[in-house]
């Protein structure tokens, strides 16, 4: 069964920690994302890797196919960092990959 | 990325009445659109995927005759949610398939309530 499983379900953490969200799937995917929400906000894509390491200002996303597994890491926190993160992958479906399976996301409160 | 958006952002209907959301990709081409509803404090889920010029996929559980999508262009992608009723109510949001087939660009979404 094709699964993504999100740790933790909820996090909270001071301004200026350092946070890692994990990711893990089950079978083969082609490509994996970091998405986030804002509450009552829309999905903005962080992240789409399918290997190795990314980054992007504060955050950093980094993904071991062999063990099915990534993580986003977001340093020196803030509370404008506080949202829904979500990790979705692309499994192979040996027709068109574009369908995404979510993992339940993880609620991240960062107080100042 | 391409660039979604959606309208409208957020929109209160009678129970019984019908309701159309448009979603519409501003610089890209979408061949290829998904429409998502996403309860409170849940994750998205797939409705249906369009392609353009045909008929959708809807997922398995969604009413094809109470969800009626039409992809009629490259831009433009419209949801109706037809005798709308108060168990529909739900933050609906679109996106579009990427030139890299694994990637899609998420709208900005439409909060339906049903009274």
């Known amino acids: 069964k094709n699964e993504v499983e999100q740790s933790p379900q909820n996090l909270t953490a001071q301004e200026g920690e350092f946070i890692t969200i994990n990711c893990s799937y089950s079978?083969?995917?082609?490509?994996l994302h970091w998405l986030q929400q804002h509450p009552g906000g829309g999905i903005v894509s962080l992240f789409m890797l399918s290997s190795g390491k990314k980054k992007h200002g504060r955050l950093i996303a980094t993904i071991n196919i062999q063990e099915k597994h990534s993580s986003l890491h977001i340093t020196a926190s803030h509370p404008r960092d506080s949202a829904v993160y979500i990790c979705a992958v692309n499994f192979f479906s040996g027709g068109s990959n574009y369908k995404l399976t979510f993992g339940k996301g993880t609620l991240l409160t960062v107080n100042p | 990325g391409a660039v979604v958006s959606q309208h409208p952002s957020w929109v209160i209907c009678k129970s019984g009445t019908s309701v159309k959301i448009e979603c519409r990709s501003l610089?890209?081409?979408?061949?290829?659109m998904f429409w998502y509803r996403q309860f409170p404090k849940q994750s998205l889920m797939l409705m249906a995927t369009?392609?353009?010029?045909?008929?959708?996929?809807?997922e398995q559980g969604v009413e094809k005759d109470k969800f009626l999508i039409n992809h009629a262009s490259l831009t433009l992608s419209t949801l109706t949610v037809t005798s709308a009723h108060p168990e529909d109510s739900s933050f609906y949001i679109c996106?579009?398939?990427?030139?890299?087939?694994?990637?899609?660009?998420f709208g900005p979404g439409t909060r339906l309530t049903v009274l």
């Open positions: 610089d890209f081409q979408a061949t290829t």
């Open positions: 996106s579009v398939g990427g030139p890299d087939f694994n990637e899609q660009f």
């Open positions: 369009s392609n353009e010029g045909s008929k959708a996929t809807y």
């Open positions: 079978v083969g995917i082609s490509a």
